[in-house]
């Protein structure tokens, strides 16, 4: 079985512009997470998408957004970049049999380095 | 709200020898307990993990870890340090709509 495949793998862009990031999750998979990492923050969750529906949210601006669709792949976008939103940006799916996001194992891409200029 | 402390930020071992990660957590309620690894340039791999049950689990890559109620910890073991482990491992804390990662720790392995 396919693993979470995360488009583009590499990424630069200059201070507010926009940008996409793609992730296909595992076949079968119905929940979709987005976590940013830095060497600062460590991992820090952006939001979690379940049958199309966001079902979660962590605390990021408005400026983040994301979607899913009815196949479960996902979107994320973020508008107005800025310099500190540098990062690598995880997608991870679950099966989310047993309930909310805390109680079911992730499975993660390999991520999309974001470097804003 | 739960947490997760991972006290050491980075670990070196020799090669052969024992390694200890060390990982507390904070949660109202009895945790699901993960840890996952992450290679260099790759996303995280789930090592194991604890729902109920045992207190003692074991993962891949000859990996295990023991949760301890009383002392609110998750440490993971593992008896011989391969080159091959040098990463970064990361402790997580979920109930609920929430799931919280540690900030890691680096394990180096020297030869």
């Known amino acids: 079985k396919a693993g979470v495949t995360q488009t583009p793998r590499y990424l630069i862009k200059t201070r507010g512009q926009q940008v996409t990031l793609s992730c296909s999750p595992i076949s079968g998979h119905r929940s979709v997470s987005w976590y940013q990492q830095t060497p600062g923050q460590g991992l820090q969750f952006l939001f979690e998408?379940?049958?199309?529906?966001?079902?979660n949210k962590g605390n990021f601006p408005g400026r983040f957004s994301g979607r899913q669709f009815s196949n479960s792949r996902s979107e994320m976008n973020v508008s107005t970049l800025e310099l500190g939103d540098s990062a690598l940006y995880l997608c991870?799916?679950?099966?989310?049999?047993?309930?909310?996001?805390?109680?079911?194992?992730?499975?993660f891409g390999p991520g999309t380095r974001l470097t804003v200029l | 709200a739960q947490s997760v402390t991972q006290p050491d930020i980075h670990i070196t071992v020799s090669e052969g020898a024992s390694l200890e990660l060390r990982c507390n957590y904070s949660?109202?309620?009895?945790?699901?307990l993960f840890w996952y690894v992450q290679s260099p340039g790759q996303g995280l791999q789930l090592l194991l993990k604890?729902?109920?049950?045992?207190?003692l689990v074991q993962g891949i890559k000859g990996f295990e870890a023991e949760f301890k109620r009383s002392q609110s910890s998750f440490n993971l073991r593992k008896p011989s340090v391969h080159w091959s482990d040098a990463a970064e491992y990361f402790c997580?804390?979920?109930?609920?709509?929430?799931?919280?990662f540690g900030a890691g720790t680096r394990l180096t392995v020297k030869p």
């Open positions: 991870a799916s679950s099966l989310s049999l047993a309930g909310g996001l805390g109680y079911n194992e992730q499975f």
């Open positions: 949660y109202g309620a009895t945790p699901y």
């Open positions: 997580a804390v979920g109930g609920g709509s929430d799931m919280r």
């Open positions: 604890y729902f109920s049950g045992d207190t």
């Open positions: 998408y379940f049958s199309e529906t966001q079902r």
